[in-house]
């Protein structure tokens, strides 16, 4: 994401983890040591990363070919009908599983097999979760997918990937992936119906950077690009190449979803920080919701039938918020303690 404010990274041995910013400011403090980014973007090895991007365990995961599917590993016990909330923990390079229900829950499960760096997650009908990996494993960029109550991933795809920051599945099982590409000329990756074999791309939105992806109840495609210092959400019928420019009215944009009755949730990261809900053919907000702690928010997920929302909070927050939906009423913390909460996905699926 970029924005016309700097925020302050810190880079470390095996994980680059992110620094306290000024959430008032728009030339924050840099701490010593630190490397000085445009909001939302850093440069790391030569490569740019989205914001909060590019954590790593240190070590060195290997796939056993492309796009392959595997075996099941350890698992953790999900109860018929348990409703449960997924957090990329990105600076521990690993998944956390929660309860819906409960305040400053511990994890019931954490997930770090064939994870290096996880950005933004998402979950299909059948309960399966993608996770979109930003940093490369044995050379290759991954989403990988675990099947409920999976510690391992039953399936990795990598075709036609370029840092994927996050992904969606439509009902007929057709998987989009947003590429961010280090900030330059990014694309959506489309396997129809999970065809690898027909694989295509969306690459319309000229020198855009894909960020967020989300469907909405009729299967229609939105995705966030950013671009010039800004960012800007197109809408792809299902099947179709190009896309039109919603042109919503945010600036430094996070994560995105689609509510069941087309309102459009957006994510912005700064000036001011907060949730945005675009009503289906408005280009401005009707409601604008502060951050409950003033941290910036990134990625989110809405629960089944949208009752609920779950907003991740990072930097000098880093805590995952239950919100009421469509109220937005604060609830309560879910969790808290992350190093970087760059993702949150909800089971089961919203629609």
Known sequence: MTSKFSHAVVVGVSAAALAG???????????????????????????????????????????????????????????????????????????????????????IATITDGILGPGGLTTDDKGNLYVSDEGQISGKWTVEVYAPGATSPTKSY????????????????????????????????VYPKGNVKKEYRLSDYQSGAP????????????????????????????????????NLAFGSGGGIQVDPAGNIIIAQQLDPSEF?????????????????????????????????????????????????YPSFKVQYILANGFNNPSGVAAAPYEF
């Open 21 to 107: 910013c000024s959430m008032n400011s728009a030339s924050p403090q840099q701490p010593a040591a630190a490397q000085s980014m445009t909001a939302g973007v850093r440069t790391l090895n030569t490569q740019s990363y989205p914001l909060g991007a590019y954590g790593s365990r240190g070590s060195n995961i290997s796939l056993r070919g492309q796009d392959v599917v595997r075996g099941n590993g350890p698992r953790y016990a999900v109860k018929k009908g348990a409703k449960l909330v997924y957090v990329s923990n990105l600076g521990n390079g690993a998944i956390d599983v929660y309860d819906q229900k409960g305040k400053t829950q511990q994890p």
């Open 158 to 189: 990598t075709t036609d990937l370029s840092s994927p920051t996050d992904a969606v599945v439509a009902k007929d099982g057709t998987i989009y992936i947003a590429n961010f590409n280090g900030f330059s000329n990014g694309w959506v990756t």
């Open 211 to 246: 960020l967020s992806v989300a469907v909405d109840k009729q299967q229609n495609l939105y995705v966030m690009y950013d671009y010039n210092q800004s960012s800007a959400v197109n809408e792809y019928a299902p099947g179709a190449k190009t896309g039109t420019n919603l």
């Open 276 to 324: 945005l809900v675009f009503p289906p053919g408005k280009t401005q907000p009707s409601k604008e919701i502060p951050t409950p702690s003033g941290g910036e928010p990134f990625n989110f997920a809405l629960n089944y039938k949208a009752k609920l929302l779950f907003g991740a909070e990072y930097f000098s927050v880093n805590q995952v918020d239950r919100f009421t």
